[in-house]
């Protein structure tokens, strides 16, 4: 028996404008007025570098001379192109940011579609009732449509990584894209889906490399093994898909290999880097997918589980397919010998599905619980965001004043006009959102999740209004970097360097400094990055040619106690 038992109106639609406002105030705080940070810096780099300079930079990624093959090239591609397209009116920061937005709206799209074609198919729906009033396949789908989203927004990894400029967030998103193209394929398997299937690994391969595409390939084969689709017809589709998408790869292999920008080929590394990215699964990564994956996938995770629970009897398509990725993509994590934060992004589509499905058959004292506890919990931190921002203003509390401000020392804060606005209106929509749930006591499906992910996106507004003074200076480069162009001529012919590629990025963008590009060549001057506890420049500086150099300048980052940057200029 199916465990969903429904009436039609627990299935009205979220409305499409609350449903777009609640996804541009989730994207465009942290996006608008940020500086560049160290997170995503790097990654900006690669793409101010290919929009403002050659071919050869858009074949070999590079941030200002410095090699960078250890991702495809799409994402910075995109990001590139929205700087030449739209640089000259946001400037190329907000302009990158661009892609961004498209990536997001790429992400969620693909995941309602995903949702919904899977809710509307015959095995998925509620059972009927005994006199009628069951929801309509189509409703239900929108629905599901809904909730998918909502629970994927309100993922705690997604909030954290989905404002950045990595290609990690857009390998997440077109995960997404690649499910729902796998759901039509299952659902009318032929060659314009396999094509398209194809299409989705091509771009997966671009980003990050021809792992994850080829996991996602077997996977899918693993679900027409269990939906019984003729072998011969399966292995020909997914033939198809695989030479699609290694035909897109050689948009980018064939030209950097025969024209060898720089005068060398960046795809021999980026193998070398893809054969690097799997080793034997142990412990240590076991343990880390535990420790990250408990808050990265929340509150996604609970319901995931309790989904494959309630479902297990049935084992019907919608549970069977987001199941077979996300353990596909949990296996390659595991086998990943060096996984990041941002690696786990790729599994969040398929566990919100997942997660989706398993709303429907929670009990709802359950839901009025997840309700409750969102109410009381976001607004008690909303309340805490508050009272730090009032205290940092005006001195009272003082402990919590001091609390605010001791990470930004010499920061001096000030009211923003539109920011405070912007906040202010964040937070009585909240209010509006709680007296509406407590008030009307809605039946539909959606209303556990959309306090959950209403809360969190008013947190991320408050601190991307009411905070982002403060996390600009405490995180940006570009007060270091004026410095260091103050101090350098004019005439300065190029900078040799051994500091990191996000800082690099936002040196070279903020401050215009002439880094030594991939052609190489004599440098007269020399930037150093350490540590302030650094006291053996004995073994530092022979390394860099700078023991007879002169000294020009030495400085760090007010919010930093440990960073330090030295500008030497090299004796004839």
């Not at 499905?357 to 965001?385: C, E, H, Q, Y």
């Amino acid at each position: 028996m199916k465990p969903v038992r429904l009436p039609a109106a627990a299935t009205l639609a979220l409305p499409r404008w609350a449903l777009l406002a609640l996804g541009l105030l989730y994207i465009l705080p942290g996006l608008i007025g940020r500086d560049l940070w160290k997170e995503d810096a790097a990654s900006f780099g690669i793409m101010w570098t290919m929009a403002h300079g050659t071919l050869a930079d858009w074949l070999y990624p590079n941030i200002a001379g410095l090699a960078s093959v250890d991702e495809g090239p799409l994402a910075f591609w995109l990001g590139a192109v929205c700087i030449k397209l739209f640089g000259w009116l946001l400037g190329d920061v907000l302009a990158a940011r661009v892609s961004t937005v498209g990536i997001f709206v790429l992400g969620t799209m693909s995941l309602w579609y995903t949702a919904f074609h899977l809710g509307r198919r015959a095995e998925a729906q509620p059972l009927r009732l005994a006199f009628g009033g069951q929801p309509e396949p189509d409703d239900y789908g929108r629905t599901l449509g809904d909730t998918a989203v909502l629970i994927y927004l309100g993922s705690l990894g997604l909030l954290l990584q989905s404002h950045l400029t990595l290609a990690a967030t857009l390998q997440g998103a077109l995960l997404a894209f690649f499910l729902y193209r796998a759901v039509r394929y299952v659902e009318l398997a032929g060659t314009r889906n396999a094509v398209l299937v194809g299409i989705a690994l091509g771009a997966l391969t671009l980003t990050q490399g021809f792992l994850p595409p080829l996991v996602l390939l077997v996977a899918l084969f693993a679900c027409t093994r269990y939906l019984e689709l003729p072998t011969p017809r399966a292995l020909r589709d997914l033939a198809v898909a695989a030479g699609v998408g290694f035909g897109i790869t050689l948009i980018w292999i064939v030209p950097a290999t025969v024209l060898q920008p720089y005068g060398l080929s960046p795809v021999a590394d980026w193998l070398n880097w893809n054969a690097h990215q799997i080793g034997l699964p142990g412990w240590p990564a076991l343990k880390a997918f535990f420790r990250i994956g408990i808050w990265f996938f929340w509150p996604a995770w609970p319901f995931a589980l309790w989904a494959v629970w309630a479902w297990r009897r049935q084992q019907m398509l919608h549970i069977v397919l987001p199941v077979f990725f996300f353990l596909a993509l949990v296996l390659q994590l595991l086998a990943d010998p060096a996984p990041e934060n941002s690696d786990f992004l790729k599994m969040l589509p398929p566990l919100a599905l997942m997660a989706a499905f398993g709303l429907p058959t929670m009990k709802r004292g359950a839901i009025n619980a997840i309700d409750w506890f969102s109410v009381m919990v976001l607004t008690m931190l909303s309340a805490i965001i508050w009272l730090f921002w009032i205290a940092k203003l005006t001195g009272w509390p003082a402990q919590l004043a001091k609390n605010a401000l001791k990470l930004v020392p010499g920061f001096t804060p000030e009211i923003g006009v539109v920011t405070f606005i912007v906040a202010a209106g964040a937070s009585v929509g909240w209010i509006m959102l709680v007296h509406w749930r407590l008030s009307r006591q809605p039946a539909v499906l959606w209303r556990a999740v959309v306090l959950s992910s209403g809360g969190l996106i008013l947190l991320w507004v408050l601190l991307m209004t009411l905070f982002l003074p403060d996390l600009n200076y405490g995180k940006s480069y570009a007060g270091v970097a004026q410095q260091i162009a103050a101090r350098l001529p004019a005439d300065a012919n190029c900078i040799a360097t051994n500091v990191g590629a996000a800082q690099r990025a936002s040196l070279a963008f903020y401050g215009r400094l002439p880094f030594v590009t991939l052609a190489g060549g004599k440098c007269d001057y020399v930037l150093l990055q350490d540590s302030l506890r650094n006291r053996r420049d004995a073994t530092l500086l022979p390394k860099w040619n700078v023991r007879d150099a002169v000294p020009l300048w030495e400085g760090r980052r007010a919010s930093d106690r440990d960073e330090r940057f030295r500008l030497f200029r090299q004796k004839p």
